[in-house]
């Protein structure tokens, strides 16, 4: 750049912030800003930035260790450090984790305070599947802008719009009522007695016309005695056994819960699995650390999927009570969301099963809440139930009439 004399010049950089958030001095920023006769506000508005921005850790290549924040309700975990700050060169992610890649908690315990711990053990520990970290606002519980969040929830419908299912079945030559009758089968919507059931607005979830089963959405489209002399007649002969048998058998259920104390932060997950007759598979629960109820949440939707697919399920449907994680998960861009436990829970949607993900009314969520609360918080070992513990008691077969499918 060519000088003139006695002139003060300047040029102009254009910066992608989410680039180079750890690549710039950004006092030198704040006092280009101040040279240019920038005023102070604005200048120093660059600090009030940063200390609202956080990074999700992806692979943790990004992030410095102690003085960037990737704990959001903490800060810079340099404020919590009871080493040395010479020796704190020595830490990074490799040095505190475990030869599984899971946060070694005993060394943790030796570098920060104990207060600190529970709330990084809340956070997903890097790996090199996770992708590059990413530079988020802090304060939400979605790390989005709230202005942006707002945007997000008004364009919901439009989202929606998008799922390869209602473009299937917008794609057929039907009347329009018959589109939203499949739309809203598709989506556990039809009022059956078991739906009035589970809302309260009947106590007898049996159909009115055969009176011996539950009236499922199945029951009531394919099942029916009354239905089945109907579907012979138009089904060709050679399909009528596939046609009544590859239904929901080989499905399970899958119900997560979190719950974060009201004095602390203290989050505690749980979570059970049931085969399609409602019959106890398994169960878990586990003290994650200090998280808030969404990501205590997501954590028990992360480990119940693993759990499940190490058991060899093929057909899973999940059930929550948390709508947020069905926003989340179904948003446009839920691959590259700014919260790394939704990008990792998006990868078991690639894995070779089935994966379908409703929302549950809390009585229908119960006895995963249960097993939330069972969970020991002076451990972070996951309890797992290959029988119903006993705090369960009649519980399970009163959720049993929800996720009958
Ligand atoms: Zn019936």
């Not at 992360?302 to 449907?317: E, H, K, M, S, V």
């Amino acid at each position: 750049m060519r000088l003139s004399k006695g002139q003060t010049s300047w040029m102009a950089l254009k910066i992608d912030l989410e680039k180079a958030f750890d690549k710039l001095r950004w006092d030198f920023i704040s006092s280009a800003l101040s040279d240019a006769g920038f005023p102070p506000g604005l200048h120093r508005s660059w600090e009030a930035l940063l200390s609202n921005l956080a990074w999700t850790l992806g692979n943790g290549e990004s992030v410095n260790f102690f003085s960037d924040i990737w704990v959001p309700a903490l800060g810079p975990l340099s404020d919590y450090s009871q080493i040395l700050a010479s020796t704190m060169s020595q830490i990074s992610f490799a040095s505190v984790l475990n030869e599984h890649g899971e946060w070694d908690v005993a060394k943790l315990s030796e570098v920060f305070t104990v207060n600190a711990v529970p709330y990084i053990l809340g956070i997903k520990p890097p790996d090199t599947q996770s992708g590059p970290d990413m530079c988020v606002w802090r304060w939400t519980d979605h790390h989005d802008f709230v202005l942006k969040s707002a945007y997000y929830k008004c364009s919901q419908p439009i989202l929606e719009m998008s799922d390869p299912l209602w473009k299937h079945i917008w794609s057929l030559q039907v009347p329009q009522r018959i589109h939203c009758f499949l739309w809203i089968t598709c989506r556990q919507k039809l009022m059956t007695n078991l739906e009035h059931c589970k809302r309260q607005l009947t106590d007898d979830p049996h159909c009115p016309l055969c009176h011996r089963e539950v009236e499922s959405i199945l029951h009531t489209l394919r099942d029916c005695v009354y239905l089945r002399q109907y579907w012979r007649r138009i089904v060709p002969q050679a399909l009528l056994n596939t046609f009544f048998s590859s239904s929901v058998q080989g499905w399970f259920c899958l119900n997560i819960d979190g719950a974060v104390s009201l004095n602390s932060d203290k989050a505690t997950i749980g979570g059970l699995l049931r085969d399609n007759a409602g019959n106890f598979v398994f169960g878990y629960s586990k003290f994650i650390g200090c998280v808030n109820s969404l990501h205590a949440e997501l954590w028990s939707l992360y480990i119940g999927l693993q759990l499940a697919w190490d058991y060899g399920i093929d057909y899973l449907q999940v059930q929550t009570d948390c709508k947020q994680i069905l926003q989340l998960l179904s948003a446009s861009n839920v691959e590259s969301s700014p919260i790394s436990l939704v990008r990792s829970i998006r990868k078991f949607w690639h894995r070779a099963w089935f994966i379908n993900l409703t929302w549950t009314p809390r009585f229908g969520n119960i006895a995963s809440d249960k097993l939330a609360r069972l969970a020991n918080c002076s451990s972070f070992e996951l309890s797992f139930f290959s029988l119903p513990p006993l705090v369960l008691g009649d519980i399970l077969s009163s959720d049993a009439l929800v996720v009958t499918l």
